[in-house]
Structures are given as C-alpha cells and as structure tokens.
C-alpha cells in the first residue's frame, strides 16, 4: 500500500540520515537526471518528454513531465547567457578575470 512504502521510506531515510527521502523525491530526482543524459547524449526536448511521459506513466498530451525538466533548461539557459557574455566580454579583450 501507499503508506506502507512511505513508512519504508521513512524509514530508510532515518537509517541514512536523509530524512527527506520520499518515493516523490526519488521520481523527481530520477525524471530531472534522466532529462539531462539524454540531452547531453543529443536528444531534443519533445524526445525527452515522450521518455518520460512513456516512463512515468503519463497520456502522450500530459503537461506533468514540463515540470521535471524546467530546472534542467533553465540551467541550460542560463549556461548559454554566461557563454555568450563571456564571448562578448572576449570580443570586447576584457577578460571575466578581471571583473573579480
């Protein structure tokens, strides 16, 4: 039952001191790392979210997955915001060590 996996949980999180440890945080943490490998092996957003849709057991039109992966692509783009103030910074011959 339900409560019967979350007392396990509960109590294997005691025993590892991660007393947050709860079947929820494991299938975020799991849908937001298996987000990233499969971007970093070149796989685009929609192929993502059919992963993880097929994965998590949601409809093909569920919004659920759009959750999972909105850290991972906003890390992403704020990625790209400093390499392309870096390449600016470059361009201009100021150097991002300087700033500090």
């Given amino acids: 039952s339900k409560s019967e996996v979350n ?3 509960q ?3 005691q025993s590892l001191r991660m007393p947050n440890l709860t079947p929820h945080v494991l299938r975020h943490t ?3 790392t298996l987000a990233e490998d499969l971007f970093n092996t070149g ?3 929609n192929q993502i979210l059919i ?3 097929r994965l998590g057991g ?3 039109t569920s919004k659920t997955p759009l959750r999972y992966i909105k850290r991972f692509t906003q890390e992403q783009a704020a990625k790209a915001g400093l390499a ?3 390449k600016l910074f470059l361009n201009m011959g100021i150097h991002t ?3 500090h």
């Fill in 7 to 9: 007392r396990l949980f």
């Fill in 11 to 13: 109590e294997l999180g």
């Fill in 30 to 32: 799991f849908c937001e």
């Fill in 43 to 45: 796989h685009d957003e």
């Fill in 51 to 53: 992963y993880l849709r």
């Fill in 58 to 60: 949601w409809s093909d």
């Fill in 84 to 86: 392309m103030q870096e």
């Fill in 97 to 99: 060590y300087d700033c």
